[in-house]
């Protein structure tokens, strides 16, 4: 009798672990993918991203824009692999360089320019994306 129960219930589990294929089919609305697709595409076209740039000039006044374009220039001339950018909130014209995504990266960049630059600074801003591509000698 005993024998009997072991076997019907080894046969009873067999049956059940058998039992276990199936599929799952997951109903929601399908706002939720227009929303997941929006941010998706939202994501891939952001032009700006939070970041760091050092600011290597500030200053308001007669000729400030002469002045602030001869230090983008200077710049751009010494340190040709940074970008550079001249910007203007009124009364001050600043030039700001790199985009970096933390600050640690612009705190190093700004110790390799601080003897040219010792008034420099680091400062949040918004920065470009960098780009997809892998720089070059490395694929």
Not at 8 to 30: C, M, N, P, R, Y
Not at 32 to 46: A, F, G, P, V
Not at 109 to 117: C, E, G, M, T, V
Request: glycine share 6%.
């Amino acid at each position: 009798m005993r024998h009997l129960i072991l076997l019907v219930s080894f046969a009873a589990f067999g049956l059940t672990a058998a039992a276990q294929h199936g599929s799952v089919q997951i109903v929601g609305d399908e706002r939720i993918d227009l929303l997941i697709e929006k941010h998706k595409y939202l994501c891939r076209h952001q032009s700006t991203l939070n970041g760091w740039r050092v600011q290597i000039f500030f200053d308001s006044g007669p000729n400030s824009k002469r002045k602030a374009t001869e230090a983008l220039n200077r710049f751009a001339t010494k340190y040709h692999n940074e970008k550079t950018y001249l910007s203007f909130k009124e009364p001050y014209y600043r030039v700001r360089v790199g985009d970096f995504r933390t600050r640690l990266e612009a705190e190093g960049f700004l110790n390799s320019i601080k003897a040219d630059y010792p008034n420099a600074f680091t400062t949040s801003d918004k920065i470009n994306p960098p780009s997809a591509l892998p720089p070059e000698g490395i694929e």
